[in-house]
């Protein structure tokens, strides 16, 4: 045996005597080493160390505390081996066509309940069957455990209406999801008046920023096809992974399902739907629901690390701006009428009307009437990577490039301009701007609140122009994942650009265009950027 606790394991001794016995010597070193030296002897039958067993269990102090350690250790034992049993995770992904029998299957132990309980709440409603099919009655079990499974034998109450749900759906739906899969993240779209309603589902679990498990909910009166809205939210950017999770679920009845992409559209696939109104229904769908949080960080780990966040909130306290990341859209929110930029909606009108190339744009404005909380929502929603080739490189610099020109031409200035604003987009090799709120006529007044290390020193200063913005061009070429050539061309072009005098030799976006085209006109001319 490898190690003492196997040793008891294997003698036979009644449950309770091996659960004190270890439960008093696993924070006792010394003890637990002589123990095991006498248990391990070659010399010793089964007998013998059965009988060592017994004497060292005499001498075993009954004081209180003692009493009280050895149920705290029990208790332990139980909530820990139970919790590593919901986490256990799977070696592969099970395809779409076994994956209802897969979801199916019962945990590897029961789980251990009161006597009374099991015999009260459980036999007396099912069959001998379903009754053992995910507990077990038990002298020894763990309250802890208790309370992440009491939901299933007594209920949270519920009403008519949707929000009187939540308590029955958080409970028996998402719990087990959570249990198995502890390190999500899960948001509910409850208000049905929020600026984000059609565009994210009003049940979300996210792992690591990507939005596996979703759900769409109604009450027992609520109108509008809970199935349908699963996939009508839904924007497929999970590359090929084999699919992600659904439900829907109205009043009792909830119906677990996948979805999956084929083309250009997304499908849902029902598995199997369960009454939660029945003590069946809600065992069956903890069962399901554990299974489900099991697969989530294999699906998320094919995903791989650029995936872009969804369902993310960023806060920005100092600014009373809160961020939220859609699937494809960007939720920006403002503490109040007086945060909320009105000169936005000026600027980005006048960039649409120009046709400004490479910017986000304006899907929809609330400055704070009726009520509701300001907010902007901008589209496309994009992500943070920094070229990390020549090629990436030139080619974002192009499309930032293309844009300020036009940009310049109008009279507007964006002065903040770094690789956190100059976004890819999710289904392209290009990249676009956005966060206008620092933008400004030119010449224009020094600004106080910018990082100095990060923008151009004449931006600080009153009466500053373009040139705060093509300074940034050369930070953007110093600071992308490229290490540039002591003869590339693009390295002493940055250089240049971010020269302390660049007041005294101007440099404009459309000179920096011809430089691009100059020096790198295959890479444009193979991207069909000229």
Request: net charge neutral; aromatic share 12%.
């Given at each position: 045996?490898?190690n003492?606790?196997?040793?008891?394991?294997?003698?036979?001794?009644?449950?309770?005597?091996?659960n004190?016995?270890?439960?008093?010597i696993?924070?006792?070193?010394?003890?637990?080493?002589e123990?095991?030296?006498?248990?391990?002897?070659?010399?010793?039958?089964?007998?013998?160390?059965?009988?060592?067993?017994?004497?060292?269990?005499?001498?075993i102090?009954?004081?209180?505390?003692?009493?009280?350690?050895?149920?705290?250790?029990?208790?332990?034992?139980?909530?820990?081996?139970?919790?590593?049993?919901?986490?256990?995770?799977?070696e592969?992904?099970?395809?779409?066509?076994?994956?209802?029998?897969?979801?199916?299957?019962?945990?590897s132990?029961?789980?251990?309940?009161?006597?009374?309980?099991?015999?009260?709440?459980?036999?007396?409603?099912?069959?001998?069957?379903?009754?053992?099919k995910?507990?077990?009655?038990?002298?020894?079990?763990?309250?802890?455990?208790?309370?992440?499974?009491?939901?299933?034998?007594?209920?949270?109450?519920?009403?008519?209406?949707?929000?009187?749900?939540?308590?029955?759906?958080?409970?028996?739906?998402?719990?087990p999801?959570?249990?198995?899969c502890?390190?999500?993240?899960?948001n509910?779209?409850?208000?049905?008046?929020?600026?984000?309603?059609?565009?994210?589902?009003d049940?979300?679990?996210?792992?690591?920023?990507a939005?596996?498990?979703?759900?769409?909910?109604?009450?027992?009166?609520?109108?509008?096809?809970?199935?349908?809205?699963?996939?009508?939210?839904?924007?497929?950017?999970?590359g090929?992974?084999?699919?992600?999770?659904?439900y829907?679920?109205?009043?009792?009845?909830?119906?677990?399902?996948?979805?999956?992409?084929?083309?250009?559209?997304v499908?849902?696939k029902?598995?199997v739907?369960y009454?939660?109104?029945?003590?069946?229904?809600?065992?069956?769908?903890?069962?399901?629901?554990?299974?489900?949080?099991?697969?989530?960080?294999?699906?998320r780990?094919?995903?791989?690390d650029?995936?872009?966040?969804?369902?993310?909130?960023?806060?920005?306290?100092?600014?009373?701006?809160?961020?939220?990341?859609m699937?494809?859209?960007?939720?920006?929110?403002?503490?109040s009428?007086?945060?909320?930029?009105?000169?936005?909606?000026?600027?980005y009108?006048?960039?649409?009307?120009?046709?400004?190339?490479?910017?986000?744009y304006?899907?929809?404005?609330?400055?704070?009437d009726?009520?509701?909380?300001?907010?902007?929502?901008?589209?496309?929603?994009?992500?943070?990577h920094?070229?990390?080739?020549?090629?990436?490189?030139?080619?974002?610099?192009?499309?930032?490039?293309?844009?300020?020109?036009?940009?310049?031409?109008?009279?507007?200035?964006?002065?903040?301009?770094?690789?956190?604003?100059?976004?890819?987009?999710?289904?392209?090799?290009?990249?676009?701007?956005?966060?206008?709120?620092d933008?400004?006529?030119?010449?224009?007044?020094?600004?106080?609140?910018?990082?100095?290390?990060?923008?151009?020193?004449?931006?600080?200063?009153?009466?500053h122009?373009?040139?705060?913005?093509m300074?940034s061009?050369?930070?953007?070429?110093r600071?992308?994942?490229v290490?540039?050539?002591?003869?590339?061309?693009?390295?002493?072009?940055?250089?240049?650009?971010?020269?302390v005098?660049?007041?005294?030799?101007?440099?404009?976006?459309?000179?920096?265009?011809?430089?691009l085209?100059?020096?790198?006109?295959?890479?444009?001319?193979?991207?069909?950027?000229?």
């Open positions: 045996m490898s003492i606790f196997e040793i008891i394991d294997s003698l036979g001794l009644p449950r309770e005597e091996s004190k016995l270890q439960a008093y696993i924070t006792r070193r010394e003890e637990r080493t123990l095991y030296s006498a248990l391990s002897s070659s010399r010793k039958t089964d007998e013998d160390r059965l009988c060592l067993l017994k004497e060292f269990l005499k001498n102090p009954a004081d209180p505390v003692a009493e009280f350690e050895t149920k705290r250790t029990v208790e332990n034992l139980l909530y820990f081996s139970t919790h590593e049993m919901f986490e256990e995770k799977p592969q992904i099970p395809s779409r066509f076994e994956l209802l029998d897969w979801l199916q299957e019962p945990f132990k029961q789980i251990l309940i009161p006597k009374m309980v099991h015999e009260i709440y459980i036999r007396s409603s099912l069959s001998e069957r379903d009754s053992n995910l507990f077990r009655s038990s002298d020894e079990f763990s309250f802890r455990v208790m309370s992440d499974i009491v939901s299933i034998i007594n209920p949270p109450t519920t009403g008519n209406t949707e929000d009187s749900f939540h308590s029955l759906w958080d409970a028996l739906i998402i719990k999801i959570k249990l198995a502890p390190n999500g993240k899960y509910r779209n409850s208000s049905s008046n929020t600026s984000t309603k059609k565009f994210r589902p049940f979300s679990y996210t792992l690591d920023g939005c596996l498990v979703r759900g769409e909910e109604k009450g027992l009166n609520t109108d509008n096809d809970p199935a349908e809205e699963l996939t009508s939210k839904l924007i497929w950017t999970y090929p992974s084999p699919y992600i999770f659904g829907y679920a109205r009043g009792f009845d909830v119906t677990y399902c996948y979805l999956h992409n084929e083309g250009d559209r499908y849902r029902d598995l739907s009454n939660l109104k029945t003590l069946l229904g809600r065992i069956n769908a903890f069962v399901i629901g554990r299974n489900i949080g099991r697969l989530l960080p294999l699906i780990k094919g995903l791989g650029s995936f872009h966040k969804e369902f993310y909130i960023i806060h920005r306290p100092n600014s009373g701006k809160t961020i939220e990341l699937q494809n859209v960007v939720v920006k929110r403002y503490s009428k007086a945060d909320f930029p009105e000169k936005l909606e000026k600027i009108r006048e960039m649409d009307q120009r046709q400004v190339p490479y910017v986000d304006i899907v929809s404005i609330n400055k704070g009726n009520g509701k909380v300001p907010n902007i929502i901008f589209s496309p929603k994009g992500m943070i920094r070229p990390n080739s020549v090629k990436q490189l030139v080619i974002a610099l192009y499309c930032v490039l293309s844009a300020l020109k036009i940009l310049h031409e109008i009279g507007y200035i964006h002065r903040d301009i770094r690789w956190e604003n100059v976004l890819k987009y999710i289904d392209r090799n290009m990249w676009f701007i956005i966060d206008f709120e933008a400004a006529n030119y010449p224009a007044p020094g600004v106080r609140h910018l990082d100095k290390s990060n923008h151009s020193p004449e931006v600080f200063k009153d009466f122009d373009t040139n705060v913005d300074w061009i050369g930070y953007l070429i600071t992308a994942h290490e540039l050539q002591i003869n590339e061309p693009l390295r002493e072009y940055a250089m240049e650009l971010m020269k005098n660049i007041v005294d030799t101007p440099l404009s976006a459309e000179m920096a265009i011809k430089f085209w100059q020096n790198y006109r295959e890479i444009l001319r193979h991207e069909g950027l000229f």
